[in-house]
Nanobody, 124 residues
Framework: QVQLVESGGGLVQAGGSLRLSCAASIRTFSSYAMGWFRQAPGKEREFVAAVNWSFGATSYADSVKGRFTISRDNAKSTVYLQMNSLRPEDTAVYYC?????????????????WGQGTQVTVSS
């Protein structure tokens, strides 16, 4: 059974930083990549970033490019999302997910397993 556990969310002022972690109980060879998504109240879940386990290839949503950095630690089966220069519009529940298909997909439906989410709130 695959488990993904997010941590690191919280309340931060605009311009501040947070680092999210996602610990995966999955063998990395059975997961091609990990993604971060977010969902604000009343909005659809949207892609934030993704990283490939093997090569470290990354993909980002335009809205977070230059501010967020996704990384992975294969030995710990953990993926991180460093979020800098946070804005009130970044407020959402952030989810990590794993994909077995060989692509860094921005589509939530392509991902196989999801974590429970962690709340990020950015105050103005």
């Amino acid at each position: 059974q695959v488990q993904l556990v997010e941590s690191g969310g919280g309340l931060v002022q605009a311009g501040g930083s947070l680092r999210l972690s996602c610990a995966a109980s999955i063998r990395t060879f059975s997961s091609y990549a990990m993604g971060w998504f977010r969902q604000a109240p009343g909005k659809e879940r949207e892609f934030v970033a993704a990283v490939n386990w093997s090569f470290g290839a990354t993909s980002y949503a335009d809205s977070v490019k230059g501010r967020f950095t996704i990384s992975r630690d294969n030995a710990k089966s953990t993926v991180y999302l460093q979020m800098n220069s946070l804005r009130p519009e970044d407020t959402a529940v952030y989810y990590c997910a794993t994909i077995s298909r060989r692509l860094l997909s921005p589509t939530p439906g392509d991902y196989d397993y999801w974590g429970q989410g962690t709340q990020v709130t950015v105050s103005s």
